[in-house]
């Protein structure tokens, strides 16, 4: 890992991996030492802003320095379910190229349990791991120029659900009525890092 400088009162931290970038997010969200205006995970990074004359990075610095991160700890993450009707536009192909029943994508994606790695692309938009192997599979060839908000959608690693109207080239397995970002809620956004997320199908 490797710090970087970020304005006067912030620090980037270049990780190796996205699973490093979690156990970082999740050893310093444990800890919170005092200070910390905002943690924002990435990716490949982890960036640290503090209160000025707070000390806060220095003191995630040697909290990190020093932690273990092959064994980050668990929190209490929020749980949140999201009810899904299975009928995406995708799901013919996600079976296909899977080798499964359409039955199967809709078991496999329901049985397993996701944390939200890192938000981006769009507000309220949660790039969510723990996708089982089968269904991990590329992003269409030609991007659609309107996807629905509500889409739930699969890419490489990474589940999630389009907020909004707007482009987009994961594979769409179904849909959800849940609003994912709402600007006149507290807080605006359903989903935050570190949160675990459940599909439930709702038929």
Same mark, same amino acid.
């Given at each position: 890992?490797?710090?970087?400088? !970020?304005?006067?009162?912030? %620090?980037?931290?270049?990780?190796?991996?996205?699973?490093?970038?979690?156990?970082a997010? %999740?050893?310093?969200?444990? %800890?919170?030492?005092?200070?910390?205006?905002?943690l924002?995970?990435?990716?490949?990074?982890?960036?640290?802003?503090?209160?000025?004359?707070?000390?806060?990075?220095a003191?995630?610095?040697?909290?990190?320095?020093?932690?273990?991160?092959?064994?980050?700890?668990?929190?209490?993450p929020?749980?949140?379910?999201?009810?899904?009707?299975?009928?995406?536009?995708?799901?013919?192909?996600?079976?296909?190229?899977?080798?499964v029943?359409?039955?199967?994508?809709?078991?496999?994606?329901?049985?397993?349990? !996701?944390?939200?790695?890192f938000?981006?692309?769009?507000?309220?938009?949660? !790039?969510?791991?723990?996708?089982?192997?089968?269904?991990?599979?590329?992003?269409?060839?030609?991007?659609?120029?309107?996807?629905?908000?509500?889409?739930?959608?699969?890419?490489?690693?990474?589940?999630?659900?389009?907020?909004?109207?707007?482009?987009?080239?994961?594979?769409?397995?179904?849909?959800?009525?849940?609003?994912?970002?709402?600007?006149? %809620?507290?807080?605006?956004?359903?989903?935050?890092?570190?949160?675990?997320?459940?599909?439930?199908?709702?038929?």
């Amino acid at each position: 890992m490797r710090w970087r400088a !970020y304005g006067e009162h912030a %620090a980037l931290l270049d990780c190796d991996s996205l699973a490093q970038t979690i156990a970082a997010h %999740a050893t310093v969200s444990a %800890a919170r030492p005092s200070g910390i205006a905002e943690l924002v995970p990435g990716a490949r990074s982890l960036l640290v802003a503090e209160t000025p004359g707070s000390g806060a990075l220095a003191a995630v610095r040697d909290l990190l320095s020093g932690a273990d991160l092959e064994h980050p700890p668990d929190g209490e993450p929020r749980e949140i379910t999201l009810d899904v009707t299975y009928d995406g536009e995708d799901l013919e192909l996600v079976a296909q190229d899977a080798g499964v029943s359409i039955e199967d994508v809709v078991r496999l994606h329901t049985d397993a349990v !996701y944390t939200v790695a890192f938000t981006g692309f769009a507000p309220g938009f949660g !790039y969510l791991t723990g996708l089982p192997e089968p269904l991990r599979q590329p992003r269409l060839s030609s991007p659609r120029t309107r996807v629905p908000p509500g889409s739930v959608g699969i890419a490489g690693e990474f589940t999630g659900v389009y907020p909004r109207v707007s482009p987009g080239g994961w594979r769409l397995i179904g849909h959800t009525r849940t609003v994912l970002f709402d600007p006149r %809620a507290d807080p605006p956004a359903l989903l935050a890092p570190g949160d675990r997320v459940r599909f439930r199908s709702a038929g």
